[in-house]
């Protein structure tokens, strides 16, 4: 098949654990330098490592809470500033805060909670997308979930922040096309680190509720990943593909 990403440069925020750890290492095995982001730098520095050793690409880690729109700028600039183009942006970093009721939900959790799921995405896009659009070509993936559709009580505000990056990919798809393809993958429930919090027969609930009578290993999403940051999705934007096992 070979190397549909060769020579490209694939940035992957949330980059150095989960679903954002099996998206760097997919790309990099399709011919991917990459830009691991995450907040902990250490973590983005292993996996660079591992990237290098397993695949031969290079591999740039970059410490980065994406709700903070000065780090997005310092992302962006040390990306062009140490490859001279990005290709493919895929925005993963995302997280949820618990709450006991809405009413104690505070202003800093609601802000935290868009901060990192909605305005890191749409500062990033912005910056990323620009360039992308200038240069001819580009794909940017951002990565949702099956609660923008399905809102559970307890995730009220990251559905909502979402269901908002969902909004996020359509408008960014016609403002960078033709030349700058944007997308969403939906994820449904998938075996991560965030899984191990989950309560008792959650995960036996979750897989009861999909078509194929499981949830999600973090190896399922490499092919999503690389169908749309590759030309394999040329004639796809604006899109979101449901990755969560039939879900309903």
């Known amino acids: ?142 990565i949702s979930s099956i609660e923008a559709a399905h809102p559970e009580p307890l995730a009220v505000p990251y559905a909502a922040a979402k269901a908002g990056l969902e909004a996020l990919t359509v408008g960014l798809a016609h403002t960078y096309g033709p030349a700058v393809r944007v997308n969403t993958i939906r994820c449904g429930a998938f075996d991560t680190d965030i899984a191990k919090a989950w309560p008792e027969g959650l995960r036996a609930e979750l897989a009861r509720h999909t078509a194929l009578g499981r949830i999600g290993v973090p190896a399922d999403i490499a092919g999503a990943a690389l169908f749309l940051a590759s030309d394999a999705s040329a004639y796809v934007t604006g899109a979101t593909l449901a990755l969560d096992g039939g879900f309903r």
Do not use: H
């Open 1 to 142: 098949m070979g190397k549909p990403l060769s020579g490209k440069v694939s940035v992957v925020t949330g980059g150095s654990r989960g679903l954002g750890r099996e998206m760097v290492l997919a790309l990099a095995e399709a011919g991917s330098e990459v830009v691991i982001a995450s907040r902990k730098l250490a973590a983005c520095e292993e996996l660079a490592a591992d990237v290098r050793a397993e695949t031969g690409q290079r591999a740039l880690p970059v410490a980065c809470n994406v709700g903070d729109w000065a780090q997005c700028e310092v992302l962006v600039d040390a990306a062009y500033g140490e490859f001279g183009t990005v290709d493919v942006l895929i925005n993963n970093a995302g997280m949820s805060l618990l709450y006991p009721s809405l009413d104690q939900v505070s202003e800093a959790m609601f802000d935290k909670v868009i901060a990192t799921n909605l305005k890191g995405p749409f500062r990033l896009s912005a910056l990323v997308g620009a360039r992308m659009a200038a240069a001819g070509s580009g794909s940017i993936v951002n």
